[in-house]
């Protein structure tokens, strides 16, 4: 499939268990970003990679691991996973620097219990 | 305060209407500004794109950007059902900001 794509779409999990929610696309962007977005407060910037094996963290990085060992690749790992981590997560990427048009993937739900 | 406040309503208002949507913002580096449509359990997708202040259109939607106010809006005229969503407005200088989202429904 073209584009940008993230699974799995639904997730519940148990408080402590190892998640991790994938994310690949297909345009070969150097850029790629993980969102979390919550009512009230938005989309916020969790981690970002401007390359391959190159990531930095963002607005909320506590709680989540990332790689990025190939460009169309960029997993998030929650390696323990909290309530407060209930939410739907976007991964984005784009092609030009970190202000340009990011392109969006449908999102995974994530639920913590 | 947040960076990037924006009401996030929820807006409802009749077909053919014309609605304005708007965020305030307080880091003046802000430069590019946009603004993302989001249909319920979707991703967002780009909306409106601008640069600096000043006013861009792109058939129904108007995007204008008030740096001296540290303001932007967005205008859709002649609303459609279609255009039920919510919107987020996005700055960005350094790194990139959202605002949480005006959640907007047009009523046939």
């Known amino acids: 499939d073209a584009g940008i794509t993230q699974s799995p779409r639904y997730k519940i999990t148990e408080t402590g268990r190892q998640v991790t929610l994938m994310c690949h696309q297909t345009?070969?962007?150097?850029?790629m970003f993980w969102y979390r977005q919550d009512l009230g407060h938005g989309l916020r910037l969790i981690y970002y990679?401007?390359?391959?094996?190159?990531?930095d963290k963002g607005e909320v990085p506590d709680g989540y691991v990332v790689s990025r060992s190939k460009t169309e690749n960029f997993p998030l790992t929650l390696e323990s996973a909290t309530r407060s981590q209930t939410s739907v997560y976007f991964c984005?990427?784009?092609?030009?620097?970190?202000?340009?048009?990011?392109?969006f993937g449908p999102g995974t739900r994530l639920t913590v219990l | 305060q947040k960076e990037v406040e924006q009401d996030p309503g929820p807006l409802s208002v009749p077909e053919g209407a014309i609605v304005s949507l708007n965020c305030t913002y307080s880091?003046?580096?802000?430069?590019?500004f946009m603004w993302y449509r989001q249909y319920s359990r979707k991703g967002p997708e780009l909306l409106m794109y601008?640069?600096?202040?000043g006013n861009k259109e792109d058939g129904r939607f108007t995007a204008q950007v008030d740096k001296s106010s540290k303001y932007i809006s967005l205008f859709i005229r002649d609303s459609q059902p279609s255009d039920s969503a919510t919107y987020l407005c996005?700055?960005?200088?350094?790194?990139?900001?959202f605002g949480a989202g005006t959640r907007l429904t047009v009523k046939p």
């Open positions: 880091n003046s580096a802000f430069q590019y």
């Open positions: 601008t640069y600096s202040s």
């Open positions: 990679s401007a390359a391959a094996d190159i990531t």
């Open positions: 984005a990427s784009t092609g030009g620097g970190y202000t340009d048009t990011q392109y």
């Open positions: 996005a700055m960005s200088a350094n790194d990139m900001r």
């Open positions: 345009w070969s962007h150097s850029y």
